[in-house]
């Protein structure tokens, strides 16, 4: 296990991060308490020291359990949660960005957790009716008061993103240190604009969903018996799941490679994730509902595609960068000189 900073900050996560919404059965399925205990520990052999959940994760049960087995050595982990997400339907401040739900989500989750601070707090989704400047400065306010260190934001356009980067920077107030995003083969939209934000802002990318939703765990291909009650869509839509002959001549790329290198389908997958570090600076969360799980995906440490074998990928799986990103006349700012101009950045960003 390698480590990573934290965006613009001094901090060492590993370089993939252990997530637990699979932590509790209270929504009918995941890891009971042993197994957790199991995963944790697998998790600290490797070298990791980065754990991320949420305060509605099956129910707060992710949390509690996870604090307990964090508890004796909660100095050396990296403790990352999140709040945003309505935990009372029918209470309309249950949920949101605003100071009265950061407020109680954060006291509830350090009570479930059992500290005093949590490392990293996440905004969970961004929240229309919140003025940007309320959110900024409630999370500085938390991060000054000592019960969080760190900020960042989750699954948020990225001119949000961008805008409360800057207004912190302006204010003098805690800016974001990381994103999370989805990210995986059959998932590249944060691609177009995600990513390159990230790089340029310096934060840290966690990315979730790196197998898709399971469709590259091996078990889908366009030769392979579907699970029964899937079906193929026509249209894309959105999700990893989403059984299109896109996705499933990616997954068929996917087990090809796998075989050929006598390596698992998931090592590919991640594998692939943890190449793209041109991209941003990037650390893939790899869940699991058991050790043996968490064990496949922390193989693809071990693994190193080929740049063959990353333009196989690339080539199946590749997104249009869509509008303005392709538009055709952005050439005419340069006139005909573009070939002429020398640009040293370009390499190191591009």
Known sequence: MRYKLLGRTGLRVSEVCLGTMTFGEAWGWGAGKQECARIVGAYAEAG?????????????ESERILGELIRAERDRWVLATKYVISTDPSDPNAGG???????????????????????????????????????????DDVVRAGKVRYVGVSDTPAWRVAQATVLADLRGWTRFAGLQVPYSLVERDCERDL?????????????????????????YGTDRPRPEGTRIHTDAGYGAQVLTERNLAIADVVTEIAAQREVSAVQVAIGWVRAQQRRASIVPIIGARTAAQLSGGLA?????LTGDELERLDKVSATPPGFPHDFVGRHLA?????????????????
């Not at 605003?98 to 949590?118: I, N, P, Q």
């Not at 693809?300 to 190193?304: S, T, V, Y």
């Open 300 to 304: 693809a440490l071990d693994l190193e």
């Open 48 to 60: 990791g020291n980065f754990v991320d959940t949420a305060n509605i994760y099956t129910e707060g």
């Open 97 to 139: 960005m605003h100071r009265k739900s950061m407020t109680r989500a954060l006291e509830a989750s350090l009570r479930r957790l059992g500290t005093d601070h949590v490392d990293l707090y996440w905004l969970h989704e961004w929240d229309e009716f919140t003025p940007v400047e309320e959110v900024m400065r409630a999370l």
């Open 195 to 219: 990513l390159p934000m990230a790089r340029e802002l310096g934060l840290t990318v966690t990315t979730w969903g790196p197998l898709g939703g399971g469709l590259l765990t091996g078990r």
């Open 334 to 350: 340069y006139g005909d000189t573009l070939d002429l101009i020398d640009d040293d950045r370009r390499s190191a960003m591009h």
